[in-house]
């Protein structure tokens, strides 16, 4: 186990976590500005990352590398990200991966569809870069729902 302080020794608003190195977390966002920065807040927490852009992007990912975590945005292109879910959540062996959905809709109802659709939780966009992190940690040693 890694210990990690984001935002620096100095940072009274800096945050400490403990990061299995080896944790991989798969971001599926078309947005490539809200990809990076979720990219390189979860690199500077210890986390290997992988990318996708589009469903098939995230489905050729997968056959690459299971990642611990997988951050689905609700609204991609093509495929959409509930209904990758739904298919994930069919396939072995990303059935046991945990999803969590990644929407700047956070309404009631979004977050019943992403739940329904097999996802474990609910971030919404823009997200918090001080909270961000450790929410995917929560989410990595989250039981699955």
């Known amino acids: 186990m890694l210990c990690q302080r984001l935002g620096g020794a100095s940072d009274p608003t800096s945050i400490l976590l403990a990061v299995d190195p080896k944790k991989a977390v798969l971001v599926v966002e078309d947005d490539p500005a809200s990809q990076l920065l979720a990219q390189t807040i979860l690199e500077q927490a210890g986390y290997e990352v992988l990318t996708a852009r589009t469903a098939d992007d995230a ?12 951050l689905m945005d ?40 992403a ?14 870069v001080h909270s961000f992190p450790v929410r995917v940690a929560d989410f990595i040693g989250a039981p699955e729902a």
Do not use: N, W, Y
């Open 59 to 70: 489905l050729a990912q997968l056959d690459r590398k299971l990642p611990a975590l997988i």
């Open 115 to 128: 739940m329904a659709a097999g996802c474990i939780g609910f971030i919404a966009k823009p997200i918090d």
């Open 74 to 113: 609700v609204d991609l292109p093509g495929r959409d990200g509930l209904s990758l879910t739904r298919l994930l959540k069919t396939m072995s062996p990303t059935t046991s991966i945990p999803v969590v959905a990644l929407t700047a809709h956070s309404s009631l109802q979004r977050r019943q569809e």
